[in-house]
């Protein structure tokens, strides 16, 4: 079963920083994809930032970022961090964790998939956590 539990939200002030994590147990974490989305109440749900599996290098983020967050993974604790600096009010929201696989084995294969930037390619997702900023 897979789970992923986010932690690090909070409040903040404008300008601040804030450190979310995801951990996840139940997979091969190293050949996962993961994600971080956020959820507003008069926004759609967006992706801010994607990390593809420990064997590809592969790093997205939303173009809201514009180099204030950072995303990494620790495969050998199975997490994923994101750094979040120069925080804005506009960054409040609910943000999660999610995970897809990249890469699978089948008979003797290695499928290795790209990495995904839409929610509804994730199939596993965290509670969320929230993330205040005032300004």
């Known amino acids: 079963q897979v789970q992923l539990v986010e932690s690090g939200g909070g409040s903040v002030q404008a300008g601040g920083s804030l450190r979310l994590s995801c951990v996840a147990s139940?997979?091969?974490?190293?050949?996962?994809?993961v994600a971080w989305f956020r959820h507003s109440p008069d926004k759609e749900r967006e992706i801010v930032a994607a990390?593809?599996?420990?064997?590809?290098?592969?790093?997205y983020y939303g173009n809201f970022v514009k180099g204030r967050f950072s995303i990494s993974r620790d495969d050998a604790k199975h997490t994923v961090s994101l750094q979040m600096n120069s925080l804005e009010s506009e960054d409040t929201a609910v943000y999660y964790c999610?995970?897809?696989?990249?890469?699978?084995?089948?008979?003797?294969?290695?499928?290795?998939?790209?990495?995904?930037?839409?929610?509804?390619?994730?199939?596993?997702w965290g509670q969320g956590t929230q993330v205040t900023v005032s300004s």
């Open positions: 999610a995970a897809h696989q990249q890469v699978e084995k089948r008979a003797g294969e290695t499928l290795v998939s790209g990495i995904q930037i839409l929610p509804n390619r994730y199939p596993y």
């Open positions: 139940g997979v091969v974490f190293e050949h996962y994809a």
């Open positions: 990390i593809g599996w420990s064997g590809g290098g592969s790093i």
